[in-house]
């Protein structure tokens, strides 16, 4: 059943860069079915952006490892999503084409950053998606959005083809309406490729199962403490109260190492990016660099014309964390304290099954609401520690705070993926019933 | 503390380029970020290597290389094959 | 004034891909970016994977200057933004390179045997490379074929104490390189040196980018010579880098924005770390020179300067043996002084020549079938056609037919009686007892013979022609 897919969206919310008004898809398991690809992740013959004027007009020669498992499977790519400028920001506001909209409410943000993907989802204009999360920004769109979102444990999903951020945190994820189409897309994505160095051969091949009973789920103090909107914390708590009702039960656990888990993820993670986004000099791809004037010249004001104040913010914080006299108080330390929060994860997770919070601290901030660099670093606290442990991580909705969508969060183990799937899909059952 | 004189140098070093009237915001947000990454001074010990995974290699076999024309397509400017950049001097 | 000289060498290493991807590192003969993929590219999304070949190279390497392998060892992004970088970072080793703490024995200025230090080998990738266009133009060219092969680098202790030291290292290196069969010296470029250079009490200077041999003994002659007049005039030596700019034997100092590197350094997060000391006691290491000259000297009863020249090239010295059979001694003789002096001429390699034909060569000399002088004739014959690209003909084919089969004396009566009639002065001076005399003549015959008698058998007719007065 091979065939073209007629794609015009009333894309009210901006949550497309680029649409393909005729997707072609062929046989298979997802065949015919409309998936939106967050603009980070190469296409071959399509432009790839990451949202950033540095990549204005930049068609990758080739697919990323997911985008051939998703042609494999027959979908339609039918268009490229926004998303803050790659990667860097949890509104989709730093985006170079305009920020997008929470179709929830188009006065708020959707989240980020993988804020497009998000809003294509909510606005019904596809039911599937592909996101990528660094810190939470398949999880924080979710939440913000009212849509399901998994981040895969680390080293599940082949990163190859994804323009990176901070190559050690993130993964590709899948994003849905429904828990059963994120765990349909993941078991399409989530294919060992040996191209990726940092990948296990540790395919998704799953059905949800909403038999929860006898999970032991774990409640960390530090996910409902200081800085979380009560009326969010108490929304999650219910979430968590349906779950007992199914048959699990709930242990007290603890995240000692969340009180540094926000500043070593931002060391580690503008660090990287400061390196990755070294490349973009406009010789091999890009706006043209100018070749009158002198290398340094050239390429300093090819960055500061192209890249948007946050990405510009994000690498010289990073060069310096990196920088000859400051590494050793700032990158190594982020990386002990790395270190200290995967152990705590680990011994949490022996005591439970899952760890279930919320996904972000409030509801969808307004539009242009946060200024502030280090007020939305904050909003990142509950989910960055789950990319700093690998640990797999979902988001699904949990009910509504002034009428704006709360995210519901459950980890898991490394490599359990399936698990957090399956306690999600289990809440999401019970509620919808 | 940072200095806007600090901000230049980073700037310098990261070859990012930002204008004069940039300079005392970033410095101001700088320093505010840098007080919140003061909690790792309390971070004791050294990271363990990640996890077991060592040796992931590719044998040293040929594979298919682009076309030089899709090498080329994406930059700014060619000559003859060759990819034009700014002189370094 | 005591020099003091390290090393760090960069050579690439064999292998039929990348360190990163599979593109073919064969690119010489090709155009510029036709050895290109989105890995060494840079392009955004792209991901290295390490050739296993390299580590193993490396390894090798190691195990042959009895390097101690690391426990663990791992990649690091060295970062700098240059325009034949595409990712803006180097993947090399930092902290954790693959092995430390290794010798390599060579012959100080003195003829004594000394130990220069290695003190680490780690892989990186090479950059691309810039072509810098002639004329007022102010871009430069780029070509990615070269981003990405495999380099080992090399770094010494500051063991040498002089600028031939260095080279006697070099050469050293390189011979073993050779015979592990991880490097191709043959190949343009495929060996880049920065030297690390001061005279006792003075400041080190760093020359970077040398890409030869002999350059190497020359800018480090050039900055003995530079850093000794500084002074001698009283001036200090600073502490920089310099260029060696190889056309006109120099170094010119590099000043500004690339001496302030801060290169950031990190752990590369694309690749995982290496785990590989147990690969070492498998390594089976081949015959190394040292052994293999006392082996040629013990084999084939050949002089120590023989063996060390015939063991000096891995190919030479296979070539050697594929013809010692035929009579080692001579065997030595003809390869190492005539025909290694030949090829040179020719600017030939030693992997052109048939050893067949040259095994036959050696045995019509060894039969004296053909004077010494002759066998020379035939071999430039040989080389000549071989340098041609044409096959060589076959030695005896030569002699026939240019008639340069060792004749007897007796043959060549008429020549000596015509000779000795002609030059009555040195019939004179020979009779005076002038020792010349008897040379010119015997050479005079040669002359008119094109070298097919042998010279001694020559001398001895020569003479008694004389003094029978048989003129």
Known sequence: ????????????????????????????????????????????????????????????????????LLRKEGAAIVGKTNMDEFGM???????????????????????????????????????????????????????????????????????????????????????????????????????????????????????????????RVGVPEEYFGEGVDPRVAETVRDAIGVLEELGASTVPVSIPGMRYALAAYYVICTGEASSNLARFDGVRYGPAVDIRKSWHDAYQEIRQANFGAEVRRRVMLGTFALSAGYAGRYYAKALGARQKIRQDFERALRDADVIAGPTMPTVAFRLGEKTDPLSLYLADILTAPANLAGIPAISVPCGRVDGLPVGFQLMGRQFEDERVVDAAYAYEQEVRA | MVTESDIEHIAELADIGISRDEVPEFTRQFNAIL??????????????????????????????????????????????????????? | MKTIVGLEIHVQLATATKLFCGCSTDYRDDGPNTHCCPVCLGLPGSLPRLNRKAVEYGLLVAKALGMRVLEESEFARKNYFYPDLPKAYQITQYDKPLAVEGIIEIEDDEGHEKIVRITRVHLEEDPGRLVHVAGASKYSLVDYNRSGIPLLEIVTEPDMRSPQEARRFLNKLRTILEYLRVFDG???????????????????????????????????????????????????????????????GITTSARGKEEEHDYRYFPEPDLRPLRVTDWVAEIDLPELPAARKNRFMAQYGISPNHARTLTGDPKLADFYERVAPVDPALAATWVADTLLGELNYRDMSIAAVPADRIAELLGLLRAETVTDRAGVQVLREMLDACAAGRPSERPAAIVKRENLGRTTGDDFSAIVRTVIASNPQAVEDYHAGRKGALNFLVGQVMKETRGRADPRELGRIVSECIEKGEV
């Open chain 2, 35 to 89: 007080e919140y990454f003061e909690v790792l001074d309390t971070v004791e010990g050294e990271s363990a290597p990640a996890d077991g995974i060592t040796n992931v290699f590719r044998e040293d076999e040929p594979r298919p290389c682009l076309p030089q024309e899709a090498v080329l397509a994406n930059a700014g400017s060619t000559e003859n094959g060759f990819i034009k950049t700014p002189r370094v001097m």
């Open chain 1, 89 to 215: 920001g949890s509104t989709t506001e730093t985006s170079a084409f305009g920020p997008t909209r929470n179709p929830a409410d188009p006065t708020r943000v959707p989240g980020g950053s993988s804020g497009g993907s998000a809003a294509a989802l909510a606005a019904g204009l596809v039911p599937m998606a592909l996101g990528t999360d660094t810190g939470g920004s398949i999880r924080c769109p979710a939440a913000f959005c009212g849509v399901v979102g998994l981040k895969p444990t680390y080293g599940r999903v082949s990163r190859y083809g994804l323009i990176a951020y901070a190559n050690s945190l993130e993964q590709i994820g899948p994003m849905a309406r429904t828990v059963e189409d994120v765990s349909r897309l993941m078991s399409v994505i989530a294919k060992y490729d040996p191209r990726d160095s940092t990948m296990l051969d540790r395919p998704y091949d799953h059905r949800p199962s909403a038999d929860i009973a006898g999970l």
């Open chain 3, 186 to 248: 043959d190949r343009e470029g495929s060996l880049r040196v920065d030297a690390n250079i001061s005279l006792e009490g003075s400041e080190r200077v760093e020359v970077k980018n040398i890409s030869s041999y002999k350059g190497v003994e020359k800018a480090l002659t050039f900055e003995v010579t530079r850093q000794k007049n500084l002074r001698r005039r009283g001036q200090t030596v600073t502490r920089e880098t310099r260029h060696f700019m190889e056309g006109r």
């Open chain 1, 1 to 68: 059943m091979a065939g073209t897919l007629d794609f015009s969206p009333d894309d009210r919310c901006n949550a497309f860069i680029t649409t393909c008004r005729e997707a072609r898809f062929s046989d298979g398991a997802l065949a015919g079915v409309a998936v939106a690809v967050k603009d980070n992740i190469s296409t071959a013959g399509i432009r790839t952006t990451c949202a950033s004027r540095i990549l204005e007009g930049y068609v990758p020669p080739y697919d990323a490892h997911v985008i051939e």
